[in-house]
């Protein structure tokens, strides 16, 4: 079940592997009925700027926000820092060390293709057709879909991009210690993202989520579009278990995702701690 929030705090822009600008992203928040949104682009703060002047425009309270890309035990997880003072020096350090893998990796899919998909020039077409010199594995399916070497966004992932396959590159993330300390270094909330989309069996969320919380990690995204009924009932046992605040966010990137807006989400569970309590004012 689905309800309308007025807050939605996991949103992407076109400043990592979003669809739409900064302000257009505030924009459309706004005519969906959300009051306080976070903008929490991949590893990278710089649709902020241009996001805040399109908030004060919609009246709407803008969270600093970003999804650091971490590595543990040799997988991949993100990690959301909420309410960022972009000002902290260890935060933007550790920022620019995020987007310069971003670039490598980017370079090497890139390459990749050029060979796997008989292509010229990936790399740089699909930095042109982003906006960036760090685009993500979306944008790069996004790339092949338009050069008609697939039929879809999930065709390019099965054929080139996912592990795997010829394109995956693996890219070395910060630790999930150093992405946990950095985001309270800024004064923000680290919280597990999208923890349903890891594929991991109950044993191995809850042993994550224990190493997540002995790190200092605040809390966990249960609020979210296309949960099943058993996920649900296994991110309530989670955040309870590890006394964990709970998190909601659309996970948006595109309007042409059509299953999901922006503040639809399943209602916030009874009895559980927002990670919003007390950092709002009315």
Same mark, same amino acid.
């Given at each position: 079940?689905?309800?309308?929030?007025?807050?939605?705090?996991?949103?992407?822009?076109?400043?990592?592997?979003?669809?739409?600008?900064?302000?257009?992203?505030?924009?459309?928040?706004?005519?969906?009925?959300?009051?306080?949104?976070?903008?929490?682009?991949?590893?990278?703060?710089?649709?902020?700027?241009?996001?805040?002047?399109?908030?004060?425009?919609?009246?709407?309270?803008?969270?600093?926000?970003?999804?650091?890309?971490?590595?543990?035990?040799?997988?991949?997880?993100?990690?959301?820092?909420?309410?960022?003072?972009?000002?902290?020096?260890?935060?933007?350090?550790?920022?620019?060390?995020?987007?310069?893998?971003?670039?490598?990796?980017?370079?090497?899919?890139?390459?990749?293709?050029?060979?796997?998909?008989?292509?010229?020039?990936?790399?740089?077409?699909?930095?042109?057709?982003?906006?960036?010199?760090?685009?993500?594995?979306?944008?790069?399916?996004?790339?092949?879909?338009?050069?008609?070497?697939?039929?879809?966004?999930?065709?390019?992932?099965?054929?080139?991009?996912?592990?795997?396959?010829?394109?995956?590159?693996?890219?070395?993330?910060?630790?999930?210690?150093?992405?946990? =300390?950095?985001?309270?270094?800024?004064?923000?909330?680290?919280?597990?993202?999208?923890?349903?989309?890891?594929?991991?069996?109950?044993?191995?969320?809850?042993?994550?989520? =224990?190493?997540?919380?002995? =790190?200092?990690?605040?809390?966990?995204?249960? =609020?979210?579009?296309?949960?099943?009924?058993?996920?649900?009932?296994?991110?309530?046992?989670?955040?309870?278990?590890?006394?964990?605040?709970?998190?909601?966010?659309?996970?948006?990137?595109?309007?042409?995702?059509?299953?999901?807006?922006?503040?639809?989400?399943?209602?916030?569970?009874?009895?559980?701690?927002?990670?919003?309590?007390?950092?709002?004012?009315?």
């Amino acid at each position: 079940m689905s309800c309308n929030h007025t807050i939605d705090l996991h949103s992407h822009s076109t400043a990592s592997d979003g669809i739409l600008s900064p302000a257009a992203l505030v924009s459309r928040a706004a005519d969906y009925g959300v009051t306080c949104l976070a903008l929490t682009d991949h590893d990278t703060l710089a649709g902020l700027p241009e996001a805040h002047e399109a908030a004060r425009q919609h009246d709407i309270s803008l969270v600093n926000g970003i999804e650091l890309s971490v590595r543990h035990e040799n997988r991949e997880y993100h990690v959301l820092g909420l309410w960022l003072d972009t000002g902290c020096g260890q935060l933007q350090e550790r920022v620019a060390a995020q987007q310069e893998a971003r670039v490598n990796r980017a370079r090497e899919i890139g390459r990749r293709l050029d060979r796997a998909a008989t292509l010229a020039n990936s790399y740089e077409r699909t930095c042109e057709l982003a906006g960036t010199d760090a685009p993500g594995r979306p944008l790069f399916a996004r790339f092949l879909e338009e050069a008609g070497r697939v039929r879809n966004h999930r065709h390019a992932f099965n054929r080139y991009l996912k592990q795997g396959q010829s394109a995956f590159v693996a890219t070395p993330w910060c630790a999930l210690e150093e992405a946990i =300390a950095d985001i309270h270094a800024a004064g923000g909330t680290a919280v597990l993202a999208h923890p349903q989309a890891y594929g991991m069996t109950r044993k191995k969320l809850r042993q994550f989520l =224990a190493h997540f919380k002995e =790190a200092g990690g605040d809390g966990l995204e249960v =609020a979210m579009p296309g949960l099943s009924p058993q996920q649900t009932a296994l991110l309530d046992e989670c955040w309870q278990h590890f006394d964990l605040q709970v998190s909601a966010g659309s996970d948006f990137h595109s309007p042409e995702q059509k299953w999901l807006a922006l503040g639809r989400l399943p209602p916030v569970p009874k009895g559980a701690r927002p990670v919003w309590e007390g950092r709002l004012t009315s």
